[in-house]
């Protein structure tokens, strides 16, 4: 494809715009001197991924990231982040001065994916552009082919939310017991 | 000659953006007055009075335009940026639900086939708009009343999601037309087979909305407005004018999924597209008129009454409903 010919579609003005953006705000997460600016970021990030999956007519999937991640990821971590500690205005030591270990481990994942992506799909082309696909497909995809990876998935989240209750309890002690006298 | 200027995507774009832009102040302002008038009734007062001339029509439209006049303040520690921009994210939640709101057949924004989850995932913007609101105001009674609204939307997101599956599995389908056209199709709507789902739903929008009986972020009497504290002028018209519209599309869509949205029984095809959104919005304000009388008929729920009714009832009854309406589903 030339530069000519990719440059006169739409979607691809959309898609270079969206992706820059995209890229912006998740670099302004890592560089941001407030971590709730960064929380913030995310937002876009996540916001700018889901547009990515519209442009490629996933809208299932655009708006699970939204719902899920939006929706209650970040506004746990924002609960989170609010509840504990959260002053307004800048946090000099917010960013460390370890980067070069994290900026080489960045771009080896990069690398991974990229190569992976390619080995893997190459020059194939998604034959669902511009007709949603839609969400009967998915579902059915999901337990019949991928009925494994969607079990594994399940098990691993109801580990971590074991682990989960497992961290954030506390047992009694039993002078506290007999305080509460044997009601709890 | 209109059909044909339509028919072009850019014109039909800005045609579209102009009636939403009309659309939420007219119906924050209807919702807004009606709320104030019903109160008035309930409490034996009689209300605005004497902008207007009559019944105190007017008095939404001087309320907006003195919100206009009065100064923007900012306080000094707040972080400006995050503090402008939340009102902004709120509406930008509120209108977007508007898009998959069905007004009548063939008259919808835009009928996505995934509409129901489109408008469960966008509504979400509206508390990341709250958080930014809460923390930015560096007021403490604004951040607890921020925490307050997001520990409340996160528990009741989940029995609103499995109140809406229900009806999706019953429906078949996630489009709002489809919904729509599934419950003309079955004979009657979905509250028959989905009374149980249908009071979970109108609970936990209650309590997505803040309204009474789960106020809790706003809590006049303590935390004087919660998030609101700071705002004045016309970012706090933005909240404002977004509650009500909230409140109107919440109930659009309770309308949809449950009592059969823009279809009455009886009325033949062809005036159904014009009295379709009549219909519509007739039916969801009633449900708007329900949640006004739970303002002041009901008090307001304990923190951990408000956490124990979701997590402890609401959704494992939420989540029984949807195995059962899959087994319903199969079995018939």
Redesign the interface.
Known sequence: MTFDTWISEPSNWAFSVVGLATLLAGFRVVTAK?V??AA?FL?GAMGGVAALFLLLSA??VA??L??VY???V???L??GI??TR?P??IDETLSGDKRALPGVLAVALFALITWASVEAFGDATLATIGD?T??DTLGEMLVTRFVIPFEVVGFVLLGALVGGITIARRDLTPLEEEQRGGLA | MIADLLSNFWVALVAKLLLVALAIPLIGMVVGFGEMKLSAKMQARVGPYFAGGRWGWAQLLADGIKFFQKEDLIPRDADKPVFKFAPVVVMMGTVALFVVIPWGPGLIFRDLSVGIFYALAISSLTTVGVLMAGWSSANKYSLIGGLRAAGQMIAYELPLVFSALAVVIMAGTMSMQGIVEAQIEAGYPFVILQIVGFVIFVIASLAELSRIPFDLPIAESELVMGYLTEYSGFRFLFFFLAEFANMFSMSAIAVTLFLGGWYLPGIPADALEYLGPVILVVKSLILVFAMIWFRWAFPRVRQDQLQSLAWKWLIPISLANVILTGVFKVVL
Do not use: K, R
Request: aromatic fraction near 12%; avoid cysteine; hydrophobic fraction near 65%.
């Open positions: 407030n709730v600016h913030l937002v809208e299932f708006w699970a939204v719902l939006v929706g209650a970040i506004i746990l924002l609960f609010m509840i959260a307004t205005g949603p839609s969400t």
